[in-house]
């Protein structure tokens, strides 16, 4: 049993297990990438809740071991020092676990649609200076890769299709984009998103 505090100060617990293991338990995947897993009403002021909290996901049948800590160990990821499991992958926040199902689910690369992000947010940054752009993978459809664009000064969301066919090209010219800057950062360490790579610029 874990707790957290409502706005309205009022306290809950709630069960949550340190461990999921989405092989056992198939329904909490789709809980996930539907964005209800977690979720809870105060029972005090009716408010719609999703708290974050550190916990371990595995799927043997897919070959994930991921740790997810919440958004105030951010910086710790980014300097290698967060208190996780080593041999585990490494997501910052329930968003970034969302999308690394999603990732899993489509029978994607995780290496690979972190590579095309790179470029997706780099164009998205040329059109408007400045904003705090993410991007995040959210499905497989006809045969195209759909990305959704997030932090423009208006307040939309972009959406982009990629071809299936950028992403095989890119997943398997992999090896070798990862040898180079600034791919051969997203490779190192336990944590693999692109948006480590704005922190390490700043500390060089």
């Not at 105030?72 to 999308?99: H, T």
């Not at 649609?113 to 164009?123: A, D, L, R, T």
């Amino acid at each position: 049993m874990k707790k957290f505090v409502c706005h309205c100060e009022q306290e809950i617990d709630l069960d949550i297990p340190d461990l999921l293991d989405l092989d056992a338990n198939p329904l909490i995947m789709k809980e996930i990438i539907d964005g209800s897993y977690l979720t809870t009403t105060c029972p005090k002021c009716g408010t719609k809740l999703r708290p974050e909290f550190s916990l371990r996901v595995q799927s043997a049948k897919n070959k994930l071991d991921a740790f997810v800590l919440t958004e105030l160990d951010r910086l710790s990821v980014y300097r290698e020092k967060a208190d996780a499991p080593r041999a585990c992958e490494l997501l910052v926040g329930f968003p970034e676990l969302m999308e690394r199902l999603k990732i899993m689910d489509a029978g994607l690369d995780a290496a690979a649609i972190e590579v095309i992000k790179y470029y997706v947010q780099g164009k998205a940054e040329e059109t408007e200076s400045g904003a705090d752009i993410n991007v995040f993978f959210n499905s497989l459809k006809d045969g195209k890769l759909v990305f959704h664009i997030l932090g423009f000064a208006s307040g939309d969301a972009g959406i982009l299709n990629i071809p299936r066919d950028t992403y095989e090209s890119t997943r398997k010219d992999l090896p070798a984009i990862t040898r180079k800057k600034p791919f051969s950062d997203l490779s190192s360490g336990n944590y693999h998103s692109i948006k480590k790579l704005a922190f390490l610029d700043d500390e060089e």
